[in-house]
Nanobody, 118 residues
Framework: QVQLVESGGGLVQAGGSLKLSCAVS????????MAWFRQAPGKERELVARFAWIGVIYYRDTVKGRFFISRDNAKNMVYLQMNNVKAEDTAAYYCAATSGIGSSYEYWGQGTQVTVSS
């Protein structure tokens, strides 16, 4: 059984930093494409960052240079370092995993809320 558990969300001031963690069990992050999505109230879920199993990393334009995705193979964890956060980063953040290249995801966490105060 695959489980993804996010943590690290909370309230942060604009311009501050926050690090989200995703603990993965039931599959190996090293051989998975891992991603972070977010969904703000009234908006569609959007891909924030992706770490493909082949090593290719993707960021959506609005977070480039501010957010950084990483993985720890030994701990089987995935992280999202969020720097210089903005009010528009406020959303529920979800960790997702797939055995493919990232066109769809079979496994999802329950989400962690990030709220940026201006």
């Amino acid at each position: 059984q695959v489980q993804l558990v996010e943590s690290g969300g909370g309230l942060v001031q604009a311009g501050g930093s926050l690090k989200l963690s995703c603990a993965v069990s039931g599959r190996t992050v090293r051989t998975s494409t891992m991603a972070w999505f977010r969904q703000a109230p009234g908006k569609e879920r959007e891909l924030v960052a992706r770490f493909a199993w082949i090593g290719v990393i993707y960021y959506r334009d609005t977070v480039k240079g501010r957010f950084f995705i990483s993985r720890d193979n030994a701990k089987n964890m995935v992280y999202l370092q969020m720097n210089n956060v903005k009010a528009e980063d406020t959303a529920a953040y979800y960790c997702a995993a797939t055995s493919g290249i990232g066109s769809s995801y079979e496994y999802w966490g329950q989400g962690t809320q990030v709220t940026v105060s201006s």
